[in-house]
């Protein structure tokens, strides 16, 4: 590395001092906790803007998702422990001093270059629970939408946001780190559509829990449509079928099910065996057809005659999660490519940023070589100028006019120039 690029870097990172990261995630912090920190859209509207007033912040944006609460600021404040309390009891001032003492000394502060990789992390899902997931980049876009309604955020947070979405779009094109499906929901659908089920299949749910709800949106999704729900507790079946535009009966109905099944997903917190070989053949009612049967219980709600059936597609759990860890490993080798992306993009931000300072800099000569113009023209120079004829007056006002224009061009263009050559 050369002096000039070391002098740039320094130059770059002190304009960056001001922007701030306090996040709460589930690395450190237990799902509960972080929860206690959510605001809804309405809350949003009536607690930020406050925030914002209270703690000096030039610029906020304010991210919630199911597992983080961050906070990307731009404020001279210096960040420590007793103002991440302070803002979480700001938050929510229902919090007790256990919970704003753990929300506090939890926290994770960033500053600076370190604040913009961070974000710039968390878009590309480096830093999620699950590594590869597509949907915090839209729950990043959806904040600062939200916020820069609002009125919370600035130009310093429009470029990094912009410079943000364009980084984790390069990630996701880029690699591979979203390209193979690491959710046992996910593969268990994948593996079923690869064995060629039609959209008029009759699928059977037994179960009504997170794993069988996230499989059956899936199965909306893609325009499945006969659907039967059954459930120890009616009224959960309900909702289930409800989603799905489907029926629902209590679990001991199966025993009395006549309507066949092509798909059935088996998901339940019991640690009974439910399918059993006599309750697989009334549900099968005597068609040769192959079934599928898809087996996310633990343990196994599924008869082992059952699944080892010749006439039974079987897709458990156990093989799936194999799967599963496969995939999550192949994205996180993805992770050093990735990095060296964020890295590339964070300098490139540093370069934008500054550019970005000196065109807001120089915003302001146009109207000061105006204003010079104006007085040579009006004052200093007036009575030189009344001798002069019509023609010659208009000839001058050209010139002047001429030269404002192309002493503002030059001046812009040979700022841009000197901070180019800083970093060479």
């Known amino acids: 590395m050369t002096f000039k690029i070391r002098r740039y870097t320094i130059f770059a990172v002190s304009i960056l001092d001001s922007f701030k990261v306090i996040a709460f995630t589930h690395k450190t912090l237990p799902l509960e906790l972080i929860g206690k920190l959510h605001l809804t859209q309405e809350e949003q509207t009536q607690v930020l803007g406050a925030l914002k007033i209270n703690f000096g912040f030039e610029e906020l944006l304010f991210l919630s998702t199911c597992n983080r609460i961050e906070l990307f600021v731009k404020s001279p404040l210096e960040l420590n422990r007793l103002v991440v309390k302070e803002l979480a009891l700001f938050l929510n001032s229902r919090l007790n001093n ?16 370190e604040g913009v990789e961070h974000i710039l992390k968390v878009a590309s899902s480096l830093d999620s629970l699950v590594v590869g997931e597509r949907e915090i980049i839209t729950q990043v876009r959806k904040a600062y939408d939200f916020c820069n309604l609002l009125g919370l955020t600035g130009d310093f947070i429009r470029l990094l946001i912009k410079q943000t979405i364009e980084t984790a779009k390069d990630i996701y094109t880029n690699t591979d780190i979203a ?42 999704k893609h325009k499945f449509a006969n659907f039967t729900v059954f459930n120890r507790t009616l009224s959960n079946g309900q909702k289930l079928a409800s989603l799905l535009n489907g029926k629902a009966f209590e679990l001991p109905a199966l025993k009395n099910f006549k309507e066949g099944f092509d798909v059935m997903v088996v998901c339940t917190s019991s640690s009974d065996v ?88 120089f915003g302001k000569v146009p109207k ?24 010659s007056k208009e000839v001058l006002e050209k010139v002047l006019s001429y030269m404002e224009k192309k002493y503002n061009a030059v001046a812009i263009k040979t700022a841009k120039e000197l901070l180019l050559n800083s970093k060479n």
Not at 191 to 197: D, H, P, Y
Not at 289 to 314: F, H, M, T
Not at 370 to 386: Q, S
């Open 98 to 113: 256990v919970e704003t003492t753990a929300l506090s000394e939890a926290a994770e502060l960033y500053e600076g270059q």
């Open 179 to 220: 390209k193979n499906p690491v959710s046992v929901a996910s593969l268990a659908y994948r593996q079923l559509r690869q064995l060629g089920i039609k959209n008029d299949a009759r699928i059977l749910f037994i179960g009504s829990g997170e794993t069988n709800t996230i499989l059956a949106s899936y199965f909306q």
């Open 274 to 361: 439910i399918i059993t070989e006599e309750i697989f053949n009334i549900l099968k009612r005597g068609s040769p057809a192959k079934k599928v049967i898809i087996d996310l219980g633990l343990p196994s709600n599924v008869e082992e005659s059952v699944s080892k059936n010749a006439q039974v597609n079987y897709i458990d759990i156990n093989s799936l999660k194999m799967q599963a860890e496969a995939n999550l490993q192949l994205r996180k080798n993805e992770i050093v490519k990735c990095e060296e992306i964020i890295r590339e993009r964070a300098e490139q931000f540093n370069a934008l940023y500054a550019e970005r300072r000196i065109e807001v800099a």
């Open 368 to 391: 000061q070589v105006r204003a010079i113009k104006d007085l040579a023209l009006n004052e200093v120079f007036a009575k030189e100028i009344n001798l002069l004829d019509i023609q």
